[in-house]
């Protein structure tokens, strides 16, 4: 007897998201130069699988000075949003380019966080990808 494959737990829609609500990056780099057509950059990867639209708080935090903070972010429900790192802005203070930094990403629904880095400063770009570490 065939099973009715919507009747699954795979195609239910839940109200509960999936993943934490506090989340650490904490190897950030934006390379300062590119070569090729591609620009070098950097992207927390943010996925919302919970019907209620995901307020995140995020903080950058550097070796030689004070933090970037109160750094809003909106990711709606049922969503993902790639984030560029050069783009988020504390007041008048951006992301510098070559400044080695780290991330928390606090958020006030469960989400996914990963994080990515194009690194085009040679012909042989990188790409590296990585899942951020879930506190809460």
């Known amino acids: ?24 990056i904490p190897d950030g780099y934006i390379p300062p130069d590119s070569s090729g057509s591609l620009e070098s950059h950097e992207s927390i990867c943010v996925l ?11 903080t950058i935090y550097f070796e030689d000075r004070e933090p970037l903070e109160d750094i809003v972010a909106e990711v709606p429900a049922r969503r993902t949003k790639h984030i560029r790192t050069a783009s988020l802005r504390s007041g008048e203070q951006l992301v510098p380019p070559g400044v080695p930094y780290a991330i928390t990403v606090a958020s006030n629904v469960p989400v996914i ?3 990515s880095r194009l690194d085009t400063t040679q012909p042989e770009l990188a790409l590296m990808s990585v899942m951020a570490f879930p506190l809460g």
Do not use: E, P, R
Request: net charge negative; hydrophobic share 30%; charged share 10%.
């Open 113 to 115: 966080v990963q994080y």
């Open 48 to 58: 919302n699988t919970g019907t209620v639209d995901a307020q995140l708080q995020i």
């Open 1 to 24: 007897m065939a099973q009715d494959q919507t009747n699954t737990s795979a195609h239910k829609i839940s109200s509960t998201a999936t993943g934490h609500t506090y989340w650490v």
